[in-house]
Nanobody, 118 residues
Framework: VQLQAFGGGLVQPGGSLRLSCYGS????????IGWFRQAPGKEREAIAC????????CYTEAAKGRFAISRDNAKDTVSLQMNSLRPEDTAVYYC????????????WGQGTLVTVSS
């Protein structure tokens, strides 16, 4: 099982980035996919999640109004469109996969670094 998070990079404040999470080795469409981030010196925090059939979409306050999560099960991919980025969005972003009967996330990607700076 492998989750690959990619799409991070350096962006100026106010800019946009699109992150993607690709899953292999699992029946991707059976999993809820969540995006998380961890800034230096801080704990990992949840950002957004999306249910297996694009139902049950959730956003935390950090993401509401600026980020949008979507999925394409045919491509085993979940995307996170991030707009109006701020310096405080700088972090390593991770995706995780949670099975139907799981209480927590079963699998994690390796993380992709997003740096928001002028």
């Amino acid at each position: 099982v492998q989750l690959q998070a990619f799409g991070g990079g350096l962006v100026q404040p106010g800019g946009s980035l699109r992150l993607s999470c690709y899953g292999s080795g699992i029946v991707f469409e059976d999993y809820t996919i969540g995006w998380f981030r961890q800034a230096p010196g801080k704990e990992r925090e949840a950002i957004a999640c999306i249910g297996s059939r694009e139902d049950n979409i959730c956003y935390t306050e950090a993401a509401k109004g600026r980020f949008a999560i979507s999925r394409d099960n045919a491509k085993d991919t979940v995307s996170l469109q991030m707009n109006s980025l701020r310096p405080e969005d700088t972090a390593v972003y991770y995706c995780g996969a949670r099975g139907i009967h799981s209480s927590g996330y079963d699998y994690w990607g390796q993380g992709t670094l997003v740096t928001v700076s002028s």
